[in-house]
């Protein structure tokens, strides 16, 4: 079971990393680069994406090592996620914002 929680925190990280790094296809039903509180948000959005790709991987490889720090870090990485999918938010990202919080009970399920 560690290889697949491993295993699925680093595949959810890359995922940031495919949406929100390539440039936004005029068909998309949304643009991950707009903020309905902030307008253009691309640059953060971006920065975010990337913070959140580089912390659930390390947190992916600290499950699959069984390292003492991977609670708090999968913790951080979900959190960093999250706040990515609140800037940019549009229907779509509610199902990855379960995503995030069925990461965070489980890890922390796991902590105590």
Request: proline letters at 5%; a positive charge; zero cysteines.
């Amino acid at each position: 079971m560690r290889w697949l929680a491993g295993l699925f925190l680093i595949a959810h990280g890359l995922v940031h990393l495919a949406i929100w790094l390539p440039r936004q296809d005029a068909k998309a039903p949304f643009d991950v680069g707009h903020s309905p509180f902030a307008g253009d948000v691309r640059r953060p959005a971006t920065a975010l994406a990337i913070a959140a790709a580089v912390v659930l991987a390390v947190a992916g490889l600290g499950v699959l090592t069984a390292a003492p720090w991977w609670v708090p870090v999968t913790v951080a990485g979900a959190g960093v996620s999250a706040a990515l999918l609140v800037l940019t938010f549009n229907l779509w990202w509610l199902i990855g914002l379960g995503i995030n919080v069925a990461i965070i009970v489980l890890a922390l399920q796991q902590a105590g």
